[in-house]
């Protein structure tokens, strides 16, 4: 039985779905793979190299598939000719993929989103939302470091002492985290801010400093924040505007599930900030925390740096691609029995992260949006 791995077709995604090291993980448990050329070439990941792995390599690697594997959702072009039961595995963001969903549907495709991984202890090795935030909050502190024309760290030296740079970083879930220790480990001085009770305690213990606003905490369900009303978040941007103009760097990861990011941060904020300061919008895809951030773009406000985020996880594709795999084979192994794929909807993980299954969408919220 046929695995496929697919070669991304989307502009600017560089990741791949399962990395040659990983390929023999699938070929033990009884099942053949199959790659499309060149798919690993971003990351230097040669078709050689999947071939030495134990994978096919060729063109017609789509050919007999029974499950498909992708990072981005797989393109039309190809789901028009899946055969009915094949399964594709992806990043599916359902509401933003109606039409994609609609034939999948309708070609009794069983696709499952690695978005809809639940978040819970026993997925954790499948949640590729969480391995890829890692990365996405990395690559912000990393860039911050770059773009700002100043050290992070603090220097005594003969000449001087050169004081710290001060990162403030909104939003502490895994991005905000993982960007609060990266620049921890760079020497910034790190103070930050989430609306999550339990953040306190979090960013507290990676060494850097919780904002304390007189705000109530939004904790919503499962560990998410909720959204804010107009006024709460006029209080927070207000309460944040001395916090803001003080960085050198900010860092902003928050956002909300199913909802577009919040605005955390106003152009007038910006205007308040020091010249050669920097902005890393990690959420200027999901509508922005930052006013005025584009998506991609790196723009220069009155001496201030402002870069929103596209895509950044595949700006690391090699560590991107290894988390992104291991997490999708760790859920394909849930499924594949003697050589064969086995649904089974009582198991909680599969049944969380099924979009459309034998002609019906299984997901209700996509369900609701398709009327
Ligand atoms: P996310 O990407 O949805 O949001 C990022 C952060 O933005 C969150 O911490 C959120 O509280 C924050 N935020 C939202 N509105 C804000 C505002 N107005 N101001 C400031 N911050 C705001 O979240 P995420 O990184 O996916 O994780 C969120 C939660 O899920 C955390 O509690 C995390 O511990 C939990 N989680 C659990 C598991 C697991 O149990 N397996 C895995 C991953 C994450």
Known sequence: ???????????????????PELVPKLTEAGFEVAVEPDAG???HASDDDYRAAGAYVGDDAIDNAKV?????PPDLAHVRHLPEGTVTVSFLPTIQELPLVRIL???KVTTFSMDLIPRTSRAQSMDALSSQALVAGYRCAIVAAERLPRFFP???????????ASVLVLGAGVAGLQAIATAKRLGAMVEAYDVREASAEEIRSLGAKFVELPLEALGGTGGYAREMTEER???????LTPYVANADALITTAAVPGRPAPLLVTAAMVNGMKPGSVVVDLAAEQGSNVEGSKPGEE?????VTIWGGRNV?????????RLYAQNVVNFLLLMLKEGNVEIDFDDDVIAGSCVTHAGEVRHHLTQDQLG
């Open 41 to 43: 070439a971003e990351l």
């Open 233 to 239: 978040a006029a209080k927070q941007r207000e309460l």
């Open 313 to 321: 996880p595949s700006q690391m594709p090699l560590p991107a691609s």
């Open 299 to 303: 723009l220069n406000v009155n001496g």
């Open 1 to 19: 039985m046929r695995i496929t791995v697919l070669r991304e077709r989307r502009p600017g995604e560089r990741r791949v779905a399962v990395v």
């Open 105 to 107: 549907r309708d070609r």
């Open 68 to 72: 498909v594997l992708s990072v981005q």
């Open 154 to 164: 603090l220097f005594m030296t003969a000449a001087g002492t050169v004081r710290p």
